[in-house]
């Protein structure tokens, strides 16, 4: 039972068995959500603690269930490091200063601006998690457990949000 949930959290319910780039499937499909989940009654913005509390709790757990039932920690189908490292910049958004988006940019429920951060932060996520630039490519080759896998999409989902704090700064 524990194996099976632990097995499911980690591919993200079967993604991570995409025959073809299971991480940018993953990322695509977290992007989608919080696309979604923007649209609907739920609001991010109310629950944006829960959902950064919630995020920790699967990525400790994600962290434990890697090292207990992989060998090869950073199999391919281990996608919940891309689901967790592609929410840091979706929910850095929810966080963004009163002032960082003008008000006449607030006319719909889905905000322009909101719409280009999620694509945005979707082509610049995938581009750190694979190229791998310094750190993430000293943590990948040197920290080869739960915590390795982990970790480097975090620092991607860091690196993605920096840069989308300065571009969006400098944009409005």
């Not at 891309?82 to 009163?98: C, T």
């Not at 739960?146 to 920096?162: H, K, P, Q, R, S």
Request: hydrophobic share 50%; net charge neutral; proline share 4%.
């Amino acid at each position: 039972m524990i194996k099976t949930l632990g097995k499911s959290i980690l591919t993200l319910f079967g993604i991570g068995y995409s025959k073809y780039a299971p991480g940018t499937v993953a990322s695509l499909i977290t992007c989608l959500t919080y696309f979604i989940l923007g649209m609907s009654d739920f609001s991010l913005h109310e629950n944006k603690i829960f959902i950064s509390f919630f995020l920790i709790i699967i990525f400790i757990y994600s962290t434990i269930i890697i090292d207990k039932f992989y060998k090869k920690n950073d199999a391919r189908e281990i996608v919940i490091d891309e689901f967790i490292g592609q929410s840091i910049p979706l929910i850095a958004f929810l966080f963004r200063p009163e002032n960082f988006i003008p008000n006449c940019c607030y006319q719909s429920v889905i905000e322009i601006p909101s719409v280009i951060w999620i694509l945005l932060s979707f082509i610049l996520f995938r581009f750190f998690d694979i190229v791998k630039p310094y750190p993430i490519n000293l943590i990948d080759k040197k920290i080869k457990n739960g915590f390795g896998v982990m970790f480097d999409d975090v620092v991607a989902g860091i690196f993605t949000t920096l840069i989308l704090f300065i571009v969006f700064s400098l944009w409005y």
